[in-house]
């Protein structure tokens, strides 16, 4: 027995308490102490999870989609109503700073006001008289129930990404969160209900592994749409296509940030700074990779950054001069560290070393400090894999042509920017880098809601990206009808059977 709160499902538009047995732990990352328990559900409990969705999603997509986004608006009016006490729920469990956390929920709030236009984006194509007497038109039907599994660094902007085009365009929307930061998630599933949602058209069941299996191995759920680490993408990828699923799955980041020796340094050191530590470098689209171009440059960098990097300030998520908070466990905690003492092992320069940092009055918190490697070459593991704390590699590059190949060629191809004063440098750039998202002068590129986000090589598997046009093609299927009415061709409809392959001719 514990006196820990405990968390709940949320399912047929009412919180359940899990009946597993099975809990995790909820910490507050900034004091180091648990301060929940979330149920992990049973196979039984998601069974019964997607039995109300699939038993509610056919009235919903038979309400027109013009009720459907007031639905919409009302939950964006609450959202944003509710968003500065959302933003600390979500500090309190993630350990991002509350101003950090606001701009969370505003991305995934961007992608709500984008879905209010479903009415529009559901429209089919129509062709009068494609051929004599007949018309031929395509509609987009929901898929039916589906799934979202989402990582515990964006535990709103992520599942409302999610939710938003699938509910949107008439599905009933089951969100597996993580289980680090669940409460903002059923926080949501409430301003759901609030605003009109019917009961099963969004549910929330926490879990595991053992909860994602049965998401992605039963038949009446028809799509899945992950993100998280790499491994875990491809798992499900590659286990929901076997099932028959429509998948999309996004998984880890690399991002390089290219400085060319035109650019202004002061505002690419700003950018790295903000980019490489900001949100504890916890954000799939961090920079984790300085690629000053030329010694010159890269010697002028590294002692802006050195400088600024040292006066970083770690400190409580709450804490509102904080740059950044701690990390969100101690296990990524001592991940991260294990890192930094390969770094030091594989030949690399260490130029701030963030170990051993504690915060006073938070001595148990998972606080670590700013951290910057030098000298970092393609060989090295702090290279080529992710890391996921607020640590920066310096990847020196003798010239443009280097500095390209090196984001390239990475396995990992989420984001990418390049700073220059140089139009035709930055358009060569963008046309060639095989990354999915770029930044020109710009160092998180994360697209407006009405473009579509997504990485490539090893971030992301699947083929259409998340929000804009691809997250209502993604949730949705197309059919085509033609049509013939014999009245404007009755010379053809009166010929007899006809034993070719029909033509329009
Ligand atoms: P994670 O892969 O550990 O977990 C993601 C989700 O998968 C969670 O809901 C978790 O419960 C579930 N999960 C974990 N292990 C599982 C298993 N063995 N089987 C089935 N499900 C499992 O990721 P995380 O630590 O929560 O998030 C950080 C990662 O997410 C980073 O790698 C980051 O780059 C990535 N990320 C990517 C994007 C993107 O758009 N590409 C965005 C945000 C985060």
């Given at each position: 027995m514990t006196d820990l709160p405990e968390l709940t499902h949320f399912i047929q538009g009412a919180h359940v308490f899990g009946s597993s047995g099975r809990f995790s732990d909820v910490w507050n990352p900034s004091t180091g102490e648990v301060q929940a328990r979330v149920p992990l559900a049973s196979k039984q409990e998601v069974e019964r999870a997607i039995a109300t969705a699939e038993a509610a999603q056919p009235g919903w997509a038979a309400t027109n989609p013009q009720k459907r986004a007031r639905v919409f608006m009302k939950f964006l009016q609450l959202l944003n109503a509710e968003s500065p006490e959302l933003a600390r729920t979500l500090s309190r469990e993630h350990g991002k700073t509350v101003a950090d956390s606001m701009g969370d929920i505003q991305r995934g709030a961007e992608v709500i006001e984008f879905s209010i236009g479903a009415p529009h984006l559901l429209k089919g194509e129509y062709s009068s008289a494609?051929?004599?007497?007949i018309d031929v038109f395509s509609m987009r039907q929901p898929l039916g129930v589906v799934a979202g599994i989402t990582p515990f660094n964006f535990p709103a902007m992520i599942p409302l990404w999610k939710c938003g085009p699938a509910i949107a365009a008439g599905n009933a929307f089951i969100l597996k969160p993580s289980e680090r930061d669940p409460s903002v998630p059923l926080r949501l599933a409430e301003l759901w209900k609030e605003a009109g949602l019917p009961d099963g058209i969004f549910t929330v069941v926490n879990g595991d592994k053992e909860a994602v299996d049965v998401l992605l191995d039963d038949?009446?759920?028809?799509a899945i749409g992950f993100v998280g680490s790499t491994p875990i993408a491809q798992y499900i990828y590659e286990r929901a296509a076997a099932n028959g699923k429509r998948a999309q799955c996004f998984g880890g980041a690399k991002n390089h940030l290219i400085i060319m020796p035109d650019a202004d340094l002061d505002d690419a050191v700003d950018a790295l700074l903000g980019a490489g530590y900001g949100s504890a470098g916890e954000?799939?689209?961090?920079?984790?990779v300085a690629v000053p171009v030329g010694e010159e440059t890269a010697n002028a960098l590294v002692a802006k950054l050195t400088e600024r990097v040292a006066e970083l300030k770690v400190g409580?998520?709450?804490?509102?001069?904080?740059?950044y908070g701690p990390l969100v466990t101690s296990q990524a905690k001592e991940r991260v560290e294990g890192y930094i003492q390969q770094g030091i092992d594989e030949g690399a320069s260490l130029v701030v070393d963030g170990r051993g940092f504690t915060l006073e009055g938070y001595e148990n918190g998972f606080y670590l400090g700013p951290t910057l490697f030098d000298g970092v070459t393609r060989d090295m593991a702090i290279y080529r894999e992710?890391?996921?704390?607020?640590v920066l590699a310096v990847v020196r590059a003798g010239d443009y042509e280097e500095a390209l190949a090196l984001a390239t060629d990475h396995e990992y191809g989420n984001g990418v920017a390049i700073f220059t004063r140089d139009g035709d440098t930055a358009r060569d750039f963008s046309a060639r880098v095989n990354v999915g998202m770029v930044g020109v002068n710009v160092?998180?590129?994360?697209?407006?809601?009405y473009y579509t986000f997504g990485g490539w090589k090893k971030s992301g598997f699947g083929d259409l990206n998340q929000h804009g046009t691809d997250g209502f093609r993604f949730y949705t299927k197309t059919k085509t009808v033609t049509s013939r009415w014999p009245s404007g061709a009755k010379e053809q409809a009166s010929g007899g059977a006809s034993f070719v392959m029909p033509t329009m001719d």
């Amino acid at each position: 027995m514990t006196d820990l709160p405990e968390l709940t499902h949320f399912i047929q538009g009412a919180h359940v308490f899990g009946s597993s047995g099975r809990f995790s732990d909820v910490w507050n990352p900034s004091t180091g102490e648990v301060q929940a328990r979330v149920p992990l559900a049973s196979k039984q409990e998601v069974e019964r999870a997607i039995a109300t969705a699939e038993a509610a999603q056919p009235g919903w997509a038979a309400t027109n989609p013009q009720k459907r986004a007031r639905v919409f608006m009302k939950f964006l009016q609450l959202l944003n109503a509710e968003s500065p006490e959302l933003a600390r729920t979500l500090s309190r469990e993630h350990g991002k700073t509350v101003a950090d956390s606001m701009g969370d929920i505003q991305r995934g709030a961007e992608v709500i006001e984008f879905s209010i236009g479903a009415p529009h984006l559901l429209k089919g194509e129509y062709s009068s008289a494609a051929g004599t007497g007949i018309d031929v038109f395509s509609m987009r039907q929901p898929l039916g129930v589906v799934a979202g599994i989402t990582p515990f660094n964006f535990p709103a902007m992520i599942p409302l990404w999610k939710c938003g085009p699938a509910i949107a365009a008439g599905n009933a929307f089951i969100l597996k969160p993580s289980e680090r930061d669940p409460s903002v998630p059923l926080r949501l599933a409430e301003l759901w209900k609030e605003a009109g949602l019917p009961d099963g058209i969004f549910t929330v069941v926490n879990g595991d592994k053992e909860a994602v299996d049965v998401l992605l191995d039963d038949e009446r759920v028809q799509a899945i749409g992950f993100v998280g680490s790499t491994p875990i993408a491809q798992y499900i990828y590659e286990r929901a296509a076997a099932n028959g699923k429509r998948a999309q799955c996004f998984g880890g980041a690399k991002n390089h940030l290219i400085i060319m020796p035109d650019a202004d340094l002061d505002d690419a050191v700003d950018a790295l700074l903000g980019a490489g530590y900001g949100s504890a470098g916890e954000r799939c689209m961090a920079i984790s990779v300085a690629v000053p171009v030329g010694e010159e440059t890269a010697n002028a960098l590294v002692a802006k950054l050195t400088e600024r990097v040292a006066e970083l300030k770690v400190g409580h998520s709450f804490d509102e001069g904080a740059d950044y908070g701690p990390l969100v466990t101690s296990q990524a905690k001592e991940r991260v560290e294990g890192y930094i003492q390969q770094g030091i092992d594989e030949g690399a320069s260490l130029v701030v070393d963030g170990r051993g940092f504690t915060l006073e009055g938070y001595e148990n918190g998972f606080y670590l400090g700013p951290t910057l490697f030098d000298g970092v070459t393609r060989d090295m593991a702090i290279y080529r894999e992710e890391i996921f704390g607020p640590v920066l590699a310096v990847v020196r590059a003798g010239d443009y042509e280097e500095a390209l190949a090196l984001a390239t060629d990475h396995e990992y191809g989420n984001g990418v920017a390049i700073f220059t004063r140089d139009g035709d440098t930055a358009r060569d750039f963008s046309a060639r880098v095989n990354v999915g998202m770029v930044g020109v002068n710009v160092p998180i590129p994360v697209p407006i809601a009405y473009y579509t986000f997504g990485g490539w090589k090893k971030s992301g598997f699947g083929d259409l990206n998340q929000h804009g046009t691809d997250g209502f093609r993604f949730y949705t299927k197309t059919k085509t009808v033609t049509s013939r009415w014999p009245s404007g061709a009755k010379e053809q409809a009166s010929g007899g059977a006809s034993f070719v392959m029909p033509t329009m001719d």
